[in-house]
């Protein structure tokens, strides 16, 4: 049965959403609507890191800890998950990652510190060796403009030394119970006017691309998002692929590398090291970990970029993508980019897999 609302988990607390514009970021709906005003805007836009929170998700029985930016997520987008805020993680007694920050004065005026306590609640929550590397990795997301690096470094690296268990990790069972009694069908949110869409597989894609006469796709939302941050766009149709099942796999079959078009990057780049490891490091570059985190490459193709970074790769690899729309059809990548933001994708169509070709010696 289709639902007409969202649940997600605001830090400890089951939500219900329908009556909220379908256009609303997570970062707006936290700061306007629940005045949790922790998570700061810095620039609306994914560069600075200021409005980092973490959500988690349910993967293999187990949960899955992401830092976003919540300045361009939309709020539906939760759908599913558990979004925790810097509000929450040290309520009742602070949490590591901040007791490493005051005891290494990884604070200035503030203005950037709770972004970058909760990248490296990210970092600690994936339990990442606290490697120079590494916290370049997790915190190159995160801007600073006065206490400098080398002091929110030093708290980054020594954040384990204040336990490595914290309430996140006793409360786990409870998380993963709540997040499993949210119904996983398709949802329909009409909101004045407007609508946003989740299909949960790939049938009841192919049925509301096929019904409804304009769309707007969306996946990480990492391109699409700014329309509405950065250039004042209202958008009335929203498909959500984020949550599809069937668009979110990796699997090697006959010499081949199949994405599915809604997989993140930050999931694509372990598996890819093995086979193209120069591939995969070019990933590190991209964006920011909580860039990666949503960003998807059938977004990437999808934008038509001339600076999309995955696009040369793909060209040198021979990579093909299958388009689906009512019928499934297989396009080279060449074939794919007409011109400038310009794709051969035809009304109602969308890009389903990126299958790469698994070739030796390279
Ligand atoms: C701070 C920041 C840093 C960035 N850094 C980089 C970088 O280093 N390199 C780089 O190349 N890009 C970068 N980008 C751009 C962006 O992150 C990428 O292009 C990303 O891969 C887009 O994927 P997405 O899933 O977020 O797409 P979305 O924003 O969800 O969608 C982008 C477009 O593709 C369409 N679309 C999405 N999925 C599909 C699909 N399956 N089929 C058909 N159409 C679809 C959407 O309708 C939309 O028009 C950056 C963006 C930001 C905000
Ligand atoms: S406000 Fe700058 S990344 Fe979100
Ligand atoms: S402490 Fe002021 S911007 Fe970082």
Same mark, same amino acid.
């Given at each position: 049965m289709i639902k007409n609302e969202i649940e997600f988990i605001l830090n400890d607390k089951l939500i219900k959403i329908k009556d909220i514009d379908t256009n609303v970021t997570v970062l707006n709906y936290l700061r306007i609507n629940r005045k949790l005003t922790g998570t700061k805007e810095?620039?609306?836009?994914?560069?600075?890191?200021?409005?980092?929170?973490?959500?988690?998700?349910?993967?293999?029985?187990?949960?899955? &800890?992401?830092?976003? !930016?919540t300045c361009i997520t939309f709020? &539906?987008? %939760?759908?599913?998950?558990?979004?925790?805020?810097?509000e929450?993680?040290?309520?009742?007694? %602070?949490?590591?990652? @901040? @007791?490493?920050?005051?005891?290494?004065?990884?604070? @200035?005026?503030g203005f950037c510190t709770p972004g970058f306590v909760m990248a490296m609640f990210g970092m600690y929550k994936n339990k990442i060796k606290p490697t120079n590397n590494n916290i370049d990795e997790y915190l190159a997301g995160n801007l600073c403009r006065c206490t400098g690096y080398k002091a929110i470094k030093n708290a980054a690296r020594k954040m384990y030394? &204040?336990?490595?268990?914290?309430?996140? #990790?006793?409360?786990?069972?409870?998380?993963?119970? %709540?997040?499993?009694?949210?119904?996983k069908n398709?949802?329909?949110?009409? !909101?004045?006017?407007k609508q946003f869409y989740i299909p949960s597989n790939l049938n009841n894609l192919i049925k509301e691309t096929q019904k409804l006469s304009k769309f707007k796709l969306l996946s990480g939302g990492t391109d699409l998002a700014l329309e509405v941050t950065k250039q004042n766009q209202d958008i009335d149709t929203l498909i959500y692929l984020g949550n599809n099942k069937d668009l979110n796999y990796i699997s090697i079959k006959n010499n081949y590398l199949h994405?599915?078009?809604?997989?993140?990057? #930050?999931?694509?780049?372990?598996?890819?090291?093995?086979?193209?490891?120069?591939?995969?490091?070019?990933?590190?570059?991209?964006?920011?970990?909580?860039i990666r985190n949503v960003a998807t490459i059938g977004g990437n193709l999808a934008s038509a970029s001339p600076i999309g970074d995955s696009s040369p790769a793909l060209l040198a690899l021979n990579c093909s993508l299958l388009i689906q729309g009512k019928k499934q059809r297989e396009v080279h990548i060449k074939n794919f980019f007409k011109s400038y933001r310009k794709t051969s994708l035809k009304n109602k169509e969308f890009i389903k897999e990126i299958k790469i070709p698994i070739l030796k010696n390279c």
């Open positions: 810095g620039c609306a836009s994914g560069d600075c890191g200021a409005c980092t929170a973490v959500t988690a998700e349910l993967n293999n029985n187990k949960l899955k &800890y992401k830092s976003i !930016n709020l &539906y987008n %939760l759908h599913g998950k558990q979004l925790i805020t810097v929450n993680i040290g309520k009742d007694k %602070l949490h590591p990652v @901040q @007791q490493a920050m005051i005891d290494n004065d990884g604070s @200035q005026c030394s &204040y336990g490595k268990n914290d309430k996140f #990790s006793k409360n786990e069972k409870i998380t993963i119970k %709540l997040l499993k009694s949210i119904n398709d949802v329909i949110i009409n !909101n004045n006017k994405i599915g078009a809604a997989t993140p990057i #930050s999931d694509l780049i372990p598996k890819l090291k093995n086979i193209y490891p120069s591939f995969a490091n070019m990933f590190y570059r991209y964006g920011s970990i909580q």
